[in-house]
């Protein structure tokens, strides 16, 4: 049973902690996203507060159910397959109350436990005198505020395990390290649109289009033929017409025209082995699993793909080994085909990071296992001179011609240090031009923003980079030369009215 602390201390002011929410919190909507919380799984939230992600989920149609030591002690604590234990362990002031709660909400998990926790750089906005390892607010509460990896040390040696980042301040601690890997194998995995449609009709085809599609979208995903069982349903209504897979293959083949399905296989095999090595190198940071103990998806990706696990973990000790290779991490940044060079960076579009070189991908995914994904981040900055790996948010990127940078998030992987800043508030925040050097072919109004930066250039306008880098710098530099803009055109300031 938890303890329960009563008297005068913040210990007796921690309900004053819950707040009322009006969404779901952000470690319970991200689990939602990575498929950590399905609709079949059962939920318990481990001091739920005023229960604000408890009535939603269970609008929602999951089986939610919570308890919190003072908004609902009389609520049964129970086992369920997810726990979230969602920013409570930061008020907790003391250690050893504090590893007893994560303990007791690990000892309900049946699948995985979210542990969220406010980062270190939330301590700057909130005042308080020191108390502890954390400080007491001015409304009596306990904070303690966790640096990225001090979060993960204090999880990993409170539980004997090794937790995943999901996103700063935020840990998914899964029971089973199949799991585990498995979702760290789908985080680095292409997502692909299925490009493939049928050009002639063919009555197999057609008898079958949902089975089929779903097969080509596996095609084009994994860059292998799958197992029957690995497309659920749909693998058994093609055993029951083609009798195999490699036989809806065939037909597949050539209803979508043999030219384009094999260039399209060639493709989607060189993804796929690129995405199976990213996932290899990066499994390294935490261990990686014995072969016997892969997903057994990723087990036949493997076998498929580079005909054993030994040279597949050969092929990503190399590219790991190159990540701490700074000149080489310069190498592919200057020899990139996608984002924006810059003498000290390469910025990439997030939407561009799976088309990278794995070795970009692999460092990326070092910056990414400390600090987890970070939701909203509209570019990424890879350093050229030094580890560093920098997540934008530039929230009006697609609507805005020149948006405002909103926040940052740095890791400095030698220090294994997060830097976080926020803009959000700046009167003269930096801003961006040439919108189009950072997207990748494809991209919505990728076509839009070329016309813009056409038109500035013939104006004139970005031949002084280094002075309309920020908001204030580029209306100056708009009205000096007499425009403005109309959405992503460019017009004459005289022109108006
Ligand atoms: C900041 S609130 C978070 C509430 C909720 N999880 C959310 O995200 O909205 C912290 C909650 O932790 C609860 N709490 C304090 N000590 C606890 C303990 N030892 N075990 C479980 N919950 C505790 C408090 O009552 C409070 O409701």
């Known amino acids: 049973m938890p303890t329960i602390v009563q ?157 995943v980042a999901a996103a700063p301040g935020i840990f998914y601690v899964f029971r089973d390290e199949v799991r585990a890997q498995s979702f760290l194998a789908s985080r680095v995995r292409y997502r692909p649109v299925p490009v493939c449609r049928p050009r002639v009709t063919d009555v197999l085809y057609d008898a079958n289009r949902e089975a089929m599609e779903s097969l080509a979208a596996f095609v084009t995903g994994r860059g292998r033929l799958p197992e029957a069982w690995e497309l659920g349903n749909n693998g058994q209504k093609i055993s029951d017409a083609f009798s195999s897979v490699k036989r809806a293959a065939a037909v597949l083949r050539r209803v979508l025209g043999e030219k384009d399905w094999d260039g399209d296989f060639a493709a989607a095999r060189d993804r796929a082995s690129k995405d199976l090595l990213v996932y290899l190198a990066l499994a390294a940071l935490t261990g990686r699993p014995k072969a016997s103990r892969l997903p057994p998806d990723v087990a036949l990706d493997v076998k498929a793909l580079f005909g054993s696990y030994k040279a597949a973990c050969e092929q990503a000790d190399l590219l790991l080994r190159q990540v701490a290779n700074q000149r080489a991490i310069n190498t592919v940044c200057t020899g990139s085909p996608i984002g924006k060079l810059t003498p000290d960076a390469l910025y990439v579009h997030a939407s561009a990071l799976g088309s990278l070189d794995p070795l970009l991908r692999v460092y990326e995914g070092c910056a990414r296992a400390l600090t987890g994904a970070v939701p909203g981040a509209t570019l990424i900055k890879f350093t050229r001179t030094a580890a560093k790996v920098s997540y934008l948010a530039y929230p009006s990127f697609d609507q805005d011609p020149h948006p405002a940078l909103s926040v940052s998030l740095r890791a400095d992987l030698p220090r294994l240090h997060v830097k976080y800043r926020d803009f959000s508030a700046s009167a003269n925040p930096p801003v961006l031009h040439r919108k189009e050097t950072f997207v990748p072919e494809g991209y919505p109004g990728r076509e839009k923003f070329s016309r813009l930066t056409r038109q500035e250039e013939r104006a004139g306008l970005l031949e002084e980079a280094l002075t309309i880098g920020t908001r204030a710098g580029w209306q100056r530099r708009l009205d000096e030369l007499g425009y403005r803009l109309a959405g992503h055109r460019l017009v004459r300031a005289a022109n108006e009215s």
């Open 7 to 163: 008297g005068a201390g913040p210990a007796s002011k921690r309900h004053l902690t819950a707040m009322v929410r009006t969404d779901l919190s952000k470690p319970v909507s991200l689990a939602i996203a990575d498929e950590i919380l399905k609709p079949s799984s059962s939920f318990f939230d481990y001091g739920c507060g005023r229960g604000g992600d408890l009535q939603r989920l269970t609008a929602m149609g999951y089986e939610a159910r919570g308890w919190d030591p003072a908004h609902r002690p009389d609520a049964k604590i129970r086992p369920a397959d997810v726990v979230n234990l969602g920013y409570v362990v930061n008020v907790i002031e003391d250690p050893a109350e504090r590893l007893e709660a994560l303990r007791s909400a690990w000892a309900l998990t049946g699948e995985v436990l979210i542990v969220s926790a406010r980062p270190d750089w939330e301590a700057r906005s909130v005042l308080g005198r020191p108390h502890g390892d954390g400080i007491i607010t001015s409304k009596g509460t306990f904070q303690k505020f966790f640096a990225q990896e001090e979060l993960r040390a204090w999880l990993d040696s409170g539980l004997s395990v090794r937790s």
